[in-house]
């Protein structure tokens, strides 16, 4: 298939990319073309700014795809034009979204967000409110397109290519000794690895995935327990401070359980591997 992946440069959008060209697909990655992908003459490359209406209409003028992937939407107005754009240049979208787009809550289900009874009424920038303007996203992208939609929604994502440093954060304070903080160190939080991130999204591909649907490991693991496997592997305890403070708040600090449903995943034929299994691997 001749597939585009907008992003597709780094972390899991990097491992999508690699995933997509190892099954034989052609593949174009759209981005801004700042940094090194690594794949040579491997891939096809469009250098745009995909926030830019007519660098992005340029840049894929007289061009079509039967898969595009969309790494990079963060609100609103990116996610209409981009419908705006490819109506027309694809018939099936995967939207990478984030479980931002649910409140806290146990046990998500997909419907708990549902883009048909959104009402949007003043558009925000994911600078402003990052689920918000997650959640503008997907309702642009439903609301507009003519294409077969997949909507991904994301947990935290773990992988030691995270250029985030959230997960390095944790193993740097635990060596050295320095005090985190969580707001709940007993709450329970989904997580998904780069690797299986990468690899259901690609499989997506096949699958014709429609609406939303939820990709995690299949059960959420307490923070508590969490530390707990960091602490093991690094051979020091935690020092847990009580009161937050800038430079000691946990990037996945959260005051209550929030981990979503993965039964359409499930039945969708993917299974997410355990947290207790791949998170001591990380730090081999």
Not at 36 to 57: I, M
């Amino acid at each position: 298939m001749k597939i585009l992946i907008i992003g597709g440069n780094r972390f899991f959008g990097k491992k999508l990319a690699g995933l997509l060209i190892n099954q034989g697909h052609e593949l174009t990655l759209l981005n801004r073309g700042n940094l090194d992908d690594g794949f040579d003459d491997k891939v096809l490359r469009l250098k745009c700014d995909r926030t830019n209406e007519q660098d992005l209409k340029n840049a894929i003028f007289g061009k079509q795809w039967d898969v595009v992937y969309d790494q990079v939407c963060f609100d609103y107005r990116t996610a209409k034009m981009a419908t705006e754009i490819f109506n027309g240049k694809t018939s099936y979208y995967i939207f990478t979204s984030s479980q931002s787009v649910y409140p806290a809550g146990q046990n998500i289900y997909e419907d708990e967000f549902s883009t048909e009874n959104y009402k949007l009424e003043n558009e925000v920038s994911g600078f402003e409110n990052y689920a918000e303007a997650k959640r503008q996203a997907e309702y642009g992208l439903w609301k507009h397109s003519d294409f077969l939609l997949c909507r991904v929604r994301l947990p935290i994502v773990i992988g030691n290519d995270d250029y985030t440093n959230r997960f390095n954060f944790h193993v740097e304070r635990i060596k050295n000794e320095q005090p985190i903080y969580f707001p709940n160190i007993n709450a329970k939080m989904s997580f998904i690895t780069s690797d299986f991130a990468a690899q259901a999204l690609a499989s997506f591909s096949e699958k014709k995935i429609e609406g939303a649907i939820n990709v995690a490991s299949p059960l959420p693991i307490s923070l508590n327990r969490f530390v707990g496997i960091l602490e093991d592997r690094i051979g020091k305890k935690a020092i847990l401070s009580s009161h937050p403070h800038v430079d000691q708040n946990s990037p996945y600090g959260a005051e209550e359980d929030w981990f979503m449903n993965c039964d359409k995943l499930k039945n969708s034929g993917l299974v997410g591997p355990s947290i207790e299994k791949w998170l001591p691997q990380l730090l081999l």
